[in-house]
């Protein structure tokens, strides 16, 4: 995966529970997709523009492309840390992820995610970001 420049980037760190296991032990794949959803929460909290601030604009974001590339697994008990990071937010929003383990210091996994604009009331896809976001983003940047 190509990586982007950062326009603003926050990581979560979190203990890899138990009931995220898979029958091997391991962290079960799908769970990596709930990991990065919660560090693209707190970079939305970061810069102003939560889901709930989102609806509130008239705007919903869904995912329209998603990769995710598996390099090592995460195991019961691993101290990991998700970091996400916004590349791209004119047209889109496009957030590079990364998850370490802090005890192994080995990357476990890349991804990103890639949202578009629709708006709330027609459900028409939008082709650039509305001003709110963007201009949530600049007030951040500046």
Not at 45 to 58: D, L, P, Q, R, V
Not at 97 to 104: A, M, V
Request: proline share 3%; charged share 25%; glycine share 2%.
């Amino acid at each position: 995966m190509k990586k982007s420049k950062a326009i603003v980037s926050t990581s979560i760190d979190m203990v890899v529970p138990f009931y995220d296991l898979d029958p091997m032990r391991i962290v079960w794949h799908g769970n990596y997709v709930k990991y990065i959803e919660d560090a693209r929460c707190a970079l939305l909290n970061k810069i102003g523009y939560n889901y709930n601030a989102m609806e509130e604009s008239g705007f919903m974001w869904p995912i329209v492309d998603m990769r995710l590339k598996y390099v090592a697994s995460a195991v019961f008990g691993s101290r990991i840390r998700i970091h996400a990071s916004l590349v791209e937010f004119e047209m889109r929003i496009k957030i590079d992820y990364r998850i370490e383990c802090l005890d192994t210091d080995k990357v476990l996994t890349k991804a990103y995610t890639i949202q578009v604009a629709m708006d709330l009331h027609t459900q028409e896809l939008q082709f650039e970001s509305p001003s709110i976001f963007i201009d949530k983003v600049m007030a951040y940047v500046e």
